[in-house]
């Protein structure tokens, strides 16, 4: 009795093992399936990290090269202006100059060199107005640059945890790299607008002026309600 | 004798452009690049106005007003802003520190001019 229990789970263990052999045949083309993805996505996972090394270490290329930009633009705007300053005191020579020489004879003359003097001091004010977009942009470039430095920052995180586990070197922004030229001429950080516009609509400035005046106001009308008192 | 005004703007070309349009009107200019060294330059030198751009490093313009309308020396100076923040907010906020006069850049010189001779003549 007790050698046919034994033959009976004998016979059950070989039927599980048996299931065991049918299922092993199904799973193994998908575990070599498995195995086919691996080794397919391995290279391009380090593929991904080779990339993401390389982005890393060019942009505080870009960010230089940003910065290299706002310097051009500013010394050839800060180079404009100082012609225009000199134009301004040569003009303002030239209308004193035709004061001097004005007559009865050469009254009229002088009138119209002098519209032609003050339209000459107009165009420059509005030469001077245009060159402002050096300003405007360079805020915007310095929002550029931040935000480039907040992705280097990500990267180099990331690449932080993968070099800990391949153990490679790990790239960083050398801040030398920068030429003290392109550093003096960079916003600070923080202190850039990045919704600056370069918006010669007078609309901003009106609305600007009303609040101005509704301030005033109230100011008036806070002293004389001090003054009825 | 000459008005002197101080311009505070951590953007070089700025404090050229305002110069360019008041030194040829016979103003004198003194310039610095931040909050703090304006608060240095002030007590310093008799300035008659200030200009001011908000965004700066160290002490930015808000917080220059304020110091400046609290100091017992120089609660009275006239104060012009000049700044590319043209919110709502911004704006009430310059003014409430006590701002004279907002001007958005870019700006005019001929409206710097006006602002600055509505308290200098």
Redesign the interface.
């Known amino acids: 009795m007790e050698s046919k229990n034994n033959m009976e789970n004998v016979f059950s263990k070989l039927g599980d093992l048996k299931q065991f052999f049918v299922f092993g045949q199904k799973i193994v083309p998908v575990i070599q399936k498995i195995i086919d993805f691996m080794s397919d996505v391995v290279p391009l996972l380090e593929n991904v990290n080779n990339s993401i090394q390389d982005s890393t270490s060019k942009i505080p290329k870009a960010s230089t090269q940003i910065n290299s930009v706002t310097s051009a633009n500013?010394i050839a705007?800060?180079e404009i202006?100082d012609i225009?300053?000199a134009m301004?005191?040569d003009l303002?020579t030239i209308r004193t100059g035709l004061e001097e020489l004005k007559n009865e004879e050469n009254s009229e003359k002088i009138k119209v060199l002098n519209e032609v003097v003050s339209k000459i001091e107009n165009d420059s004010?509005r030469i001077?107005?245009?060159?402002?977009?050096?300003?405007?942009t360079?805020?915007q470039l310095a929002s550029v640059n931040h935000l480039i430095d907040s992705v280097q920052n990500k990267l180099s995180s990331l690449l932080f945890e993968l070099g800990k586990q391949q153990d490679r070197p790990i790239p960083t922004f050398d801040p030398a790299s920068v030429s003290e030229q392109d550093s003096d001429?960079a916003?600070?950080d923080?202190?850039?607008?990045e919704?600056?516009?370069?918006?010669?609509s007078t609309e901003?400035?009106d609305?600007?002026d009303t609040?101005?005046l509704e301030?005033t106001k109230t100011s008036q009308e806070e002293i004389d309600k001090l003054f009825a008192k | 004798m000459k008005r002197v005004i101080l311009v505070a703007d951590d953007s070089p070309t700025i404090r050229k452009f305002v110069s360019v349009a008041l030194t040829v009107k016979g103003y004198d200019i003194i310039s610095c690049s931040d909050g703090m060294e304006a608060l240095e330059k002030l007590p310093t030198n008799k300035i008659d106005l200030l200009i001011t751009d908000l965004n700066m490093p160290n002490v930015d313009g808000f917080e220059l007003i304020n110091i400046v309308r609290n100091n017992s020396d120089l609660k009275e100076l006239p104060i012009i802003v000049l700044s590319s923040l043209g919110s709502n907010d911004d704006i009430q906020r310059g003014l409430e520190c006590g701002a004279n006069s907002y001007l958005i850049k870019p700006f005019d010189p001929k409206r710097v001019l006006y602002e600055v001779s509505k308290y200098l003549n």
Request: aromatic fraction near 12%; charge should be negative; charged fraction near 15%.
């Open positions: 500013e705007t800060s202006l225009i300053d301004f005191l303002s004010s001077t107005i245009s060159l402002q977009v050096q300003d405007i360079a805020q001429y916003f600070s923080g202190t850039f607008n919704n600056a516009r370069y918006d010669r901003k400035q609305l600007v609040l101005v301030n």
